[in-house]
């Protein structure tokens, strides 16, 4: 992570060149994904648009306090990062990525880092910038955000995004509330707390939580079985083994878990 942003103003971003959104290197692993899977599996290519890749350049507090002391700087970044972000995306897509996962996030596990009123003045616009585009371009757009985001949901969801992921049960995102809230709109995806859950816990725990999540997200379609976050190091490989087995034998319709 860096330790501080380049940009510390207006000059600064004026000076700053952002590397070669043209560079293949961008998507070199996404096109060895498309030649060997394409038509195959579901391809989902991650990236940016706004807030966390902004935090970089900028500043991760700096940034914060930038959303009340120099808006202009806050919306000047942004627009950078959108610009270069989004032809990124545009290419991936032109290359044969299927969805576009936006992954900047917003939260902790408490609320969101900015008031919901910040989120709609700086974040949103090029948030909505980004869903848009990738839409025009032919593919499904995927969010990301981890954290608690339910005081901002409505703003994400009326985007037009195609799925939210991964849903943190252990930041209050429960999906069965999410699965009513939401549930007739967009894909939900995770929920399966790849902390204690598949790190931790005993597989006949995992067997019961992902039952529970199929219970609750499953009826209708629309949900996914992921984990709430990464594969990460200390996931246990039998813990993630029992949520994909059980996932295969009570997660096909009708349902019976």
């Not at 060895?32 to 966390?52: L, P």
């Not at 990301?144 to 985007?159: E, L, Q, R, Y």
């Not at 209050?172 to 931790?200: F, P, Q, T, W």
Request: hydrophobic fraction near 40%; proline fraction near 6%.
């Amino acid at each position: 992570m860096p330790i501080e942003g380049p940009i510390k103003s207006l000059a600064d971003l004026e000076a700053f060149e952002p590397p070669d959104p043209y560079d293949d290197v961008w998507i070199a692993d996404l096109k060895r994904a498309v030649e060997r899977f394409k038509g195959k599996v579901f391809i989902d290519y991650h990236t940016r648009c706004d807030f966390m890749a902004a935090a970089d350049v900028r500043g991760f507090t700096e940034l914060l306090v930038d959303f009340v002391d120099d808006p202009k700087l806050v919306h000047s970044v942004l627009s950078m990062i959108s610009d270069w972000y989004l032809t990124v995306a545009r290419r991936a897509i032109d290359a044969g990525a299927d969805a576009i996962s936006l992954g900047d996030d917003w939260a902790g596990t408490q609320s969101p880092l900015m008031s919901p009123a910040q989120f709609e003045e700086f974040v949103l616009p090029y948030f909505r910038r980004g869903v848009q585009t990738c839409k025009d371009a032919g593919a499904y757009v995927i969010k990301h955000c981890d954290g608690n985001i339910w005081s901002i949901m409505d703003m994400v969801v009326d985007a037009g995004i195609d799925a939210i992921n991964p849903i943190q049960p252990d930041a209050g995102m429960d999906i069965g509330d999410m699965k009513e809230k939401y549930g007739d709109r967009v894909c939900l995806a995770g929920n399966i707390d790849c902390g204690y859950v598949l790190s931790d816990a005993p597989v006949d725990e995992v067997v019961y939580e992902v039952k529970e999540a199929i219970r609750k997200a499953g009826p209708g379609g629309g949900y996914i079985m992921m984990s709430s976050n990464s594969l990460h190091s200390s996931v246990r490989p039998e813990n993630y083994k029992a949520m994909v087995e059980t996932t295969r034998s009570f997660g096909k319709y009708p349902l019976r878990a």
